[in-house]
């Protein structure tokens, strides 16, 4: 089974901080994803990649950037906290069409 | 119209009971579906998946009419353990895989 590993479950950051969340997949996918998911709201797409070193932006972009480097690998930056930005962040991981994504499990990120 | 609709609940049922959810879409060009589960605090994982006209899984029957681009997803025979929040899945077009989903209807199943 694809494992996708946040390094963090809970965060505690303070407003004006440059935030990493980290998110690791094994299974060689090609496609990354960034979502946050808010009570009422579901889910919405921050960023995505399709490949190293490429990215695409989503439906809610602004304040967050991402960085891939390597395949496996997916960040997303919160370049200066703010408190809005207190949310559950879900990495998701995929192959290139037609299949479900695998998420993982989450970081609750509360910005103080 | 959203890109996906679906009714948000609560479902409240006795165990044993068959509840079903409809999902509505828009993007008609979409060809492949799915349905997540999503359990209080956790990540959506994946429960079905929608190929062609329906699938079942068990006591999971999911269906597709796409004259009408609604999904549905009927559970039969319902256990306490059924109680989640179900997701309703489907692709955006445009490549990448992009997946958009509807903001969920939550099932509670009591004794």
């Known amino acids: 089974d694809v494992k996708v590993t946040q390094s963090s479950r809970y965060l505690v950051k303070r407003t004006g901080e440059k935030v990493f969340l980290e998110c690791v997949q094994d299974?060689?996918?090609?496609?990354m994803f960034w979502y946050r998911q808010d009570p009422g709201l579901g889910l919405r797409l921050i960023y995505f990649?399709?490949?190293?070193?490429?990215?695409e932006k989503g439906d809610i972009p602004e304040g967050y950037s991402v960085s891939r480097e390597k395949k496996e690998r997916f960040s997303l930056i919160l370049e200066s906290a703010s408190t809005n930005q207190t949310s559950m962040y879900l990495c998701?991981?995929?192959?290139?069409?037609?299949?479900?994504?695998?998420f993982g499990s989450g970081t609750r990120l509360t910005v103080v | 119209r959203k890109e996906v609709e679906q009714d948000p609940g609560p479902f409240n049922v006795p165990e044993g009971a068959t509840v079903a959810f409809n999902c509505t879409y828009s993007?008609?060009?979409?060809?492949?579906f799915f349905w997540y589960r999503q359990d209080c605090r956790k990540e959506p994982k994946l429960l079905m998946s929608?190929?062609?006209s329906g699938n079942e899984d068990g006591r999971f029957t999911a269906q597709l009419n796409r004259a009408s681009q609604y999904i549905s997803l009927l559970i039969r025979d319902s256990k306490l353990s059924d109680s989640a929040t179900y997701l309703c899945?489907?692709?955006?077009?445009?490549?990448?895989?992009?997946?958009?989903f509807g903001a969920g209807t939550r099932l509670a199943v009591h004794p």
């Open positions: 998701a991981s995929s192959l290139l069409e037609g299949v479900g994504y695998t």
């Open positions: 299974m060689d996918h090609e496609n």
């Open positions: 990649s399709y490949d190293v070193k490429m990215k």
């Open positions: 993007n008609s060009a979409s060809q492949s």
């Open positions: 929608v190929y062609s």
């Open positions: 899945v489907v692709p955006l077009a445009g490549g990448y895989n992009k997946l958009i």
